[in-house]
């Protein structure tokens, strides 16, 4: 209780307390009662950065846990190769996103990166853009490096689920007639419903808190295009010193990972309830 009191508690506390006051970090501060909520309501750089990450998260259940699972699926075999082609697919989780966020911006750098200049190679010149300084391209490329660190995370996690799955009930299911595309939506998916249930939520609350991916391939550029709550909290908070403001910021965005949080667990529960 001593630890959680003073780690959880006590900064949540002094949060929602500076969430109500002007403050720049360094002087006393001063009560503003509802005015950074207000003002919070109002920046529509912040109320975009909303729309710009659920279109991410909407992104990263196709990249993440979509292509995840069906990976998980295709390489669910103990053929020769199959567990190599596995780690090769996992690989990207090990690295930091900060780290994969710089190694692809210099992949897609528009004068010397590697998409660019292999689109040259080929006699596509007329292909090569720059691909992270247009407000059409810049949001796709971050989600679809997300999708490259983090399916194989979710692919691991299906394809332990699919291990418990007994095969007689795939054996009954091809005696029966069912082609492998019924199997899928018969019996693997029915199976692995509670697993979906959490990597979707783990994909919508990670979503929201994106930062380091976005802040090393684009920190919220072109115009506001790439720009999140986690990127224009710091931004407000640290690079223009208002840390009431930040907290504020902050707090909203925790109401609603929270509210969402509840209700899609809710929503879940609801369902299983009436499915049994």
């Known amino acids: 209780m001593l630890l959680f009191g003073t780690f959880v508690l006590l900064p949540l506390g002094a949060s929602i307390y500076y969430a109500f006051t ?10 503003a009662g509802l005015s950074n909520f207000i003002r919070a309501l109002t ?10 990450v659920v279109l991410y998260i909407l992104a ?30 996992f690989s990207p989780v090990v690295l930091s996103m900060s780290a994969a966020g710089v190694l692809w911006t210099f992949v897609l750098d528009y004068r010397s990166g590697l998409l660019n200049s292999m689109l040259k190679s080929v006699g596509l010149a007329d292909w090569a853009q720059p691909w992270m300084s247009q407000p059409e391209t810049a949001l ?18 299906f394809f332990a689920a699919l291990r418990r799955i007994p095969r007689n009930i795939y ?21 692995l419903k509670q697993n979906i249930i959490v990597c979707v939520l783990l994909a919508v609350t990670g979503g929201f808190a994106g930062f380091d991916l976005f802040f090393t391939m684009s920190n919220g550029q072109p115009f506001g295009a790439t720009e999140v709550p986690a990127t224009w909290i710091i931004k407000q ?35 299983n309830v009436t499915r049994y």
């Open 22 to 31: 002007f403050w720049d970090g360094f002087s006393e501060p001063r009560w």
């Open 43 to 52: 920046d529509t750089t912040y109320l975009m950065s909303y729309v710009h």
């Open 60 to 89: 990263t259940l196709i990249f993440e846990v979509s292509f995840g699972l069906m990976m998980a699926v295709l390489l669910n075999s103990d053929r020769r190769g199959f567990s190599l082609m596995r780690g090769m697919f």
């Open 140 to 157: 796709l490329f971050i989600c679809l490096v997300s999708g490259w660190k983090y399916a194989g995370f979710y692919m691991v996690i």
């Open 171 to 191: 054996e009954a299911a091809r005696l029966d007639g069912a082609n492998q595309v019924q199997q899928f939506f018969a019996i693997t998916i029915p199976m």
């Open 237 to 271: 908070a640290f690079d223009q010193n208002q840390i009431g403001y930040g907290v504020a910021l902050t707090v909203i965005l925790t109401v609603v990972v929270s509210l969402i949080s509840l209700v899609y667990l809710r929503l879940s529960e609801r369902s």
